[in-house]
């Protein structure tokens, strides 16, 4: 029998990568989301069951799953330098110079980009990923190993002729087509975009959410082997060498023999940066020969034998025509720069952000001043100083406007933010607009063929105004729009008409109610089965749900009561969208823990969480995620801490170990 499950086990293992691979390299998923986590949940039940089969390299750690709340710090075996930075060829020159003093034979230098996003240092051991850490400050940084298992170029097991033990050091960086799909979906679910790549890349590796970072796509290349010794003489064939093993490797490297080999290679990356599918901010020299390397050593930040080359960001003068006021989906309000057309690193600029007003204010900005645009990491270039010798005397200072552009309510500006907003989410139409198309997104209600378009158009033409109108839609209404075919309208309408079987929980995050993401609505949808539950909650009911803390339920509680949300809910609800938890009842085995509530704690070693939590449903059992009276039973894993004090203190609760929580069944 277990030769059977451990051939099993290699064969989904071998699937689900090949699957994987399909959805990152080809970018489109062989099989349905379902199915691939049909396939994963049978590897991880498998694993669970017949732990002697455990492998770290198995996909069931690739795909995420894991999440860690704060990250270990870790101490760096061999420093992380940093670089040292030259701006033009005559510094490049020096460090030449510099070079050929000490060293008196030939030295050749390899060229490389500099990437712009986090660096990193993976350790292996008999060819096999072991430690990912961010390089902090040189000295220490965070472990992130699962976040960087999930992470599809990076090789979680090594091919061919590697050394035992050493440590692979790279960049993590996010494409430029991955950046702008990742802040297409956050528009379209009404958050605000990510600013530059590189930012998003950082932040991404220190999410707590493994399998959150798996969705983001990241990439990676590698550029230095570190360890002991090394089996090569030169950098050039180390990299060449990690390339064999399974390391994604630049392309784009060059031995260069000369300063000017360096300086073609400069010029040319210069111009063609901006074509690559990614950013970088520099080219990055290193001395090939290890030994040289050696005998030149580093100095107190960095090391004597490399050099970075930063590009100047480019810069270009124009004027500033007017200030206008975006309102976003969320009511978030933003000042943008209205400029006489500039060439700027081969684009025309008309447009530049300027964020929030503090930005303004600390810029001084006055009316038609002559403003330097750049265009650094971002995607929309920023002012980032003005020509205060070309302000004319009488021009005036830029004011912040007090109102909204788009409904004319007066802004509000929160404590601690930046940003100021226009409260009147229910009825200004940005706002209004944002929230439909929220509903309709692929996490909440996912009604496909209806687009943000098609839903500004129905708005315009006064026919939806909140999510309930939706259903009450003809086709008769939708064939006059434009664009608008025979096939898409019966396509809109059998859409609408699908997303009546969505589940409770993405309903709820649908209706868009402030601080309720994704995550808050499954947690929410756990302890209250029903929306009429929900609303009946008060502040300090919702605060004892797990990770539910006083802002999301004021915004809870806030939300019901406003009588056009009851009503649009009323409606929902009468139209037959989910509002309440479906019990699929061919799921149901038995009832024997009926009426009783249960909660695990504590680290499980004879099931997982997930499979307890999906017994307990499957017999009638309810699973809460907080310690109060009304929990019936405390099931207690090792290490449990203040579940486990809290439920010792009520008096209330049945305190189970595993075994015994088993023995209910039985
Ligand atoms: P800086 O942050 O300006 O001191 O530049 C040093 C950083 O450049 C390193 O920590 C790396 O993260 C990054 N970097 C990007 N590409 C390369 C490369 N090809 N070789 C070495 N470092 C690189
Ligand atoms: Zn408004």
Redesign the pocket.
């Known amino acids: 029998m277990p030769e059977n499950i451990k051939e099993r086990i290699e064969q989904l293992r071998h699937e689900i990568n090949r699957h994987n691979e399909n959805y990152y390299q080809l970018d489109e998923p062989s099989i349905s989301d379902l199915e691939f986590d049909t396939l994963l949940k049978e590897l991880q039940d498998l694993e669970a069951q017949y732990p002697e089969y455990q492998d770290d390299n198995s996909p069931t750690h690739r795909v995420g799953g894991g999440i860690t709340k704060n990250f270990p710090t870790v101490q760096h075996q061999f420093r992380?330098y940093?670089?040292d930075?030259s701006y033009d060829f005559d510094d490049l020159a020096d460090w030449e110079k510099r070079i050929i003093k000490t060293i008196d034979e030939p030295v050749e230098f390899v060229a490389?980009?500099?990437?712009?996003?986090?660096?990193i240092s993976i350790l292996y051991e008999n060819g096999t990923l072991v430690q990912a850490v961010t390089?902090g400050d040189g000295f220490q940084g965070d472990e992130i190993t699962s976040n960087v298992r999930t992470i599809s170029d990076i090789p979680l097991r090594l091919k061919g002729d590697y050394p035992e033990r050493f440590f692979m050091r790279g960049?993590i960086y996010l494409t430029r087509k991955n950046f702008d799909k990742i802040n297409k979906q956050r528009e379209e679910e009404g958050l605000d975009p990510f600013m530059n790549p590189r930012n998003t890349a950082s932040g991404t590796l220190k999410m707590q959410d493994s399998r959150e970072v798996r969705k983001r796509r990241l990439s990676s290349v590698l550029?230095?082997f570190v360890a002991e010794e090394a089996p090569a003489d030169t950098h050039w064939e180390l990299l060449h060498k990690a390339r064999d093993w399974g390391f994604t490797i630049?392309e784009q490297i060059k031995l260069c023999k000369n300063l000017d080999e360096i300086k073609d290679f400069i010029n040319f990356w210069d111009e063609e940066r901006h074509q690559l599918p990614f950013e970088i901010d520099g080219i990055?020299l290193?001395v090939n020969s290890l030994k040289q390397q050696k005998q030149l050593g580093y100095t107190a930040k960095s090391p004597r034998w490399?050099m970075?080359y930063k590009f100047k960001a480019e810069k270009a003068e124009t004027e500033l025509q007017s200030v206008s006021y975006q309102v976003g989906r969320t009511g978030a309000i933003t000042p943008v720069a209205n400029l006489k057309p500039v060439l700027l690193a081969g684009t025309i600029v008309k447009r530049a952000s300027l964020h929030n007003e503090d930005i303004i204010k600390k810029l001084d900005l006055h009316e038609h001043d002559f403003v330097y645009v750049e265009k650094g990491g971002e995607i929309i270039p920023k002012i980032v100083g003005v020509n205060i010798e070309k302000r004319s005397p009488e021009s005036k200072k830029i004011e912040y406007i007090k109102n909204c552009p788009e409904c004319g309510t007066a802004l509000i500006k929160l404590e601690d933010q930046a940003i100021h907003f226009c409260p009147n989410d229910l009825h200004c139409p940005p706002q209004v607009v944002g929230r439909m198309i929220h509903y309709v997104s692929r996490k909440a209600l996912n009604i496909e063929n209806l687009g943000s378009e098609t839903i500004e158009q129905l708005y315009q033409a006064k026919l939806i105004e909140n999510p309930a109108d939706f259903y009450t839609l003809t086709k008769a209404q939708l064939l006059p729009l434009e664009r608008m075919a025979e096939k898409s309208a019966q396509n809109i309408i059998d859409g609408i008409e699908k997303s009546k079987e969505i589940p409770f929980e993405k309903v709820l995050f649908g209706i868009g109610i402030k601080h309720v993401g994704e995550t808050v609505a499954k947690k929410l949808v756990k302890n209250f089965s029903s929306i009429d539950e929900l609303k009946n909650a008060t502040v300090e009911e919702l605060c004892q749900v797990e990770d539910i803390g006083s802002k999301i339920a004021e915004s809870i509680v806030e939300f019901f009561k406003n009588p056009e949300n009851i009503l649009m809910l009323e409606r929902l609800k009468s139209y037959g969208v989910q509002l309440e938890k479906r019990q699929t009842t061919s799921e149901i085995l038995s009832n024997t823990l009926e009426g009783k509530t249960f909660l695990f704690t504590g680290k499980l070693s004879l099931f997982t969480r997930e499979s307890a939590e999906e017994m307990v449903e499957k017999h009638g059992g309810k699973n809460i995620s907080a310690v109060s009276k009304n929990l019936n039973y405390l099931i207690v894993g090792e290490k449990a801490g203040s579940k486990l004090k809290k439920a010792q203190e009520l008096g209330t609760v049945q305190i189970l170990d595993e075994q015994e929580f088993l023995d209910l069944f039985s």
């Not at 490389?112 to 660096?119: I, P, Q, V």
């Open positions: 992380m940093s670089l930075n490389e980009l500099k990437f712009d996003g986090a660096s390089r960049e550029y230095q630049s990055v290193k490399a970075a």
